[in-house]
């Protein structure tokens, strides 16, 4: 029974760490892109689909990190090498995908490649500004939800 509820609790941690970690990475998109302003940033015509964008965006980058929180809910070692290793993984993970979005951006940019890269993040220095800001916040919330979901996790 004890192992049930831990069970439960650890899948409730990687899913509402994970469902953090994305709403962090829309705004944290959002946000450094310019997409809050009054001004809309070539090529989108209106600010939903600026908006839909940074979502789809944040959908495909938080996705492919949640190998790095999973770890981090499934690890039995100490808080501090947990977080780091935590947010280690999730910065990589969004800093390789920031560089092939680079990569696929400049060499086959199409309507096929859109979905995932969006040219807009991906393209001269846009991509420095997901490496720099974007990836950074978004472990940084993942590691803070995880530090109190593993306080929680381990209360009787």
Not at 74 to 92: E, F, V
Request: hydrophobic share 55%.
């Amino acid at each position: 029974m004890r192992d049930d509820k831990a069970q439960a609790r650890r899948w409730l941690s990687i899913a509402g760490t994970w469902t953090v970690a994305f709403g962090v990475c829309a705004i944290s998109i959002s946000y450094f892109y310019g997409f809050l302003g009054p001004d809309v940033l070539f090529p989108f015509k209106t600010q939903p689909e600026e908006l839909m964008a940074a979502v789809r965006t944040a959908l495909v980058a938080t996705a492919i990190s949640v190998w790095a929180i999973w770890f981090g809910a499934k690890s039995r070692g100490g808080i501090p090498a947990i977080l780091l290793w935590t947010g280690l993984g999730i910065q990589a993970t969004l800093t390789l995908y920031s560089i092939l979005g680079l990569q696929i951006c400049i060499s086959i940019a199409s309507a096929n490649t859109e979905l995932f890269f969006s040219g807009t993040f991906f393209s001269e220095f846009n991509w420095l500004t997901f490496i720099f800001e974007v990836a950074p916040a978004t472990a940084l919330s993942a590691c803070l939800l995880l530090f109190i979901t593993a306080r929680w996790r381990s209360a009787p």
